[in-house]
């Protein structure tokens, strides 16, 4: 079992940069791929970005990529999404999860976080 807690969400301006934090307890966190995820009203989960176990590889949808960056810190069991140029459609609800690393089904998430944006 893994344990994931997000925190860093707020009420920000448009253009302003947000760093959100995912803190991982239980089994060996560097075993586990992790991933961004978020989920706006009435829409469904969309995927973000994703890292490697070692954080050597890192995937982004087109909807982020170059704005947003995914990093972690296996020393300190936690996972990153560093979100610059922040935009009033990046308004959600934001979660972390882990995967194991051959994988892309996510076994475990996080409660998330709220990130509002506005204009």
């Known amino acids: 079992q893994v344990q994931l807690v997000e925190s860093g969400g707020g009420l920000v301006q448009a253009g302003a940069s947000l760093r959100l934090s995912c803190a991982a307890s239980g089994r060996t966190f560097s075993n586990y791929a992790m991933g961004w995820f978020r989920q706006a009203p009435g829409t469904e989960r969309e995927f973000l970005a994703r890292?490697?176990?070692?954080?050597?590889?890192?995937y982004y949808a087109d909807s982020v990529k170059g704005r947003f960056t995914i990093s972690r810190d296996n020393a300190k069991n936690t996972v990153y999404l560093q979100m610059n140029s922040l935009k009033p459609e990046d308004t959600a609800v934001y979660y972390c999860?882990?995967?194991?690393?051959?994988?892309?089904?996510?076994?475990?998430w996080g409660q998330g976080t709220q990130v509002t944006v506005s204009s």
């Open positions: 890292i490697s176990a070692s954080g050597g590889t890192r």
């Open positions: 999860a882990a995967s194991a690393t051959s994988s892309y089904n996510y076994l475990y």
